[in-house]
């Protein structure tokens, strides 16, 4: 006679332990990958912001170094006033001015932060060979103006009266890769007594005499992606206004 053999499946009991067990190690899994894309997230983030950050450096650098440029052989530089006449927010015998002021921006993935909004516009003559802010040849023999400043969003210039260009800047694309120029504080280091060395810093509101400015000190609020703001402080020397008093 064969012996019959019952077979025997899981109990109600150890199939809810395997499934507990089962969405354990499910949800391990995807806390790991979920980690992995944030921390690239994050990685990719900051590169972008880096980017900027560098491009940003070099733009000023070469804009701001024009400032008060001529040739020395042209007769012109004798008279200042002559030079770079007054106009628009410029007085005579002004190559650089600014304005101090605030913003409130918003902030990628919502909120709002109050920010510096200041500005710093500049002359230079005789251009030739000069690329200027938004990568046209400066006119020889003629004078340019150039300003810069940010709008919460985009670093822009405007060249001879024009419209503000967007240079950098993004909040079209998708959250995690936008970069966001959202102020702008600008201090100036101020030669009073003419030795050719700095006595003050000051931000515009604090400028006596424009003509007493060697130095600009840019401090750039930037975020990138979700991430919190970050500010960005480099110094530019303006070697074209030393001896100006």
Known sequence: MMRQH?????????????MAIGLFLLAGLLSFFGQNRLAYTYQQSQSGQ??????????FTNVLQQAGYSDMTNQRILNRAALFPAGGLFADGQA??????????????GGTQTVPNDSI???????AGIIDCIGNPAPAGAMSVVQLS?????????TDGGAAQPLMGDDQGPLAQQVRFLGMAVAYGLDT???ESIDTFQR?????????VRVAEIQLVIQSGT?????LSFAVALENMRGVI
């Open 6 to 18: 019952r077979q025997r499946g899981f109990s109600l009991v150890e199939l809810l332990i395997g």
């Open 50 to 59: 880096q980017g900027s950050e560098r491009l940003a450096n070099i733009m």
């Open 96 to 109: 650089v001015v600014g304005t101090q002021a605030t913003a409130t921006v918003a902030l990628i993935g």
């Open 121 to 127: 516009a500049l002359r230079f003559w005789d251009g």
């Open 150 to 158: 940010v709008d919460g969003v985009n670093l822009n210039c405007n």
């Open 193 to 195: 007594n003419g030795d």
């Open 204 to 212: 515009a509101g604090g400028v006596a005499d424009w003509n007493q």
């Open 227 to 231: 991430r919190p703001p970050e500010s």
